[in-house]
């Protein structure tokens, strides 16, 4: 028998105002019996380990020769050292997909200033690299 974890939240005080005006107030206690804390832990150190986690990433560039695909790697990383660039293959072309992006919104911020240079560039799902702490 797993053992009963006991979560208790307190909201916060713009939260409580608004339900103070409802006539609602109090804490919310969760009891963990199916052990879903411990899989939540689990799923955190399994992405840790492997390094990756699902997200966001720019596609700016898609040929069928692996010496294209290099050669826009070299020419964009050449232009913004600091973003990670990586050639992915799927048949039949080569990808050139640029950035690590844990949200949509930070991938379609990145993809504005992006769009000028490279017209053709798109939003894709990808796992994306993740520092390891």
Known sequence: MR?????TFSF???ATARLNA???T???NIHDHAGATELVQRHIY???ERGEIPGFRIQIFSTNSLTSAKDAKASFLMQNEEEDASIVYEAPNYRLRVGNYSSRFDANLALQELIVQYPNAFIVNDMIKIDKQ
């Open 46 to 48: 399994f992405n840790k």
């Open 26 to 28: 109090g804490t919310i």
């Open 12 to 14: 916060p005080k713009y």
């Open 3 to 7: 053992p009963v974890v006991s979560n």
């Open 22 to 24: 409802f006539s609602q």
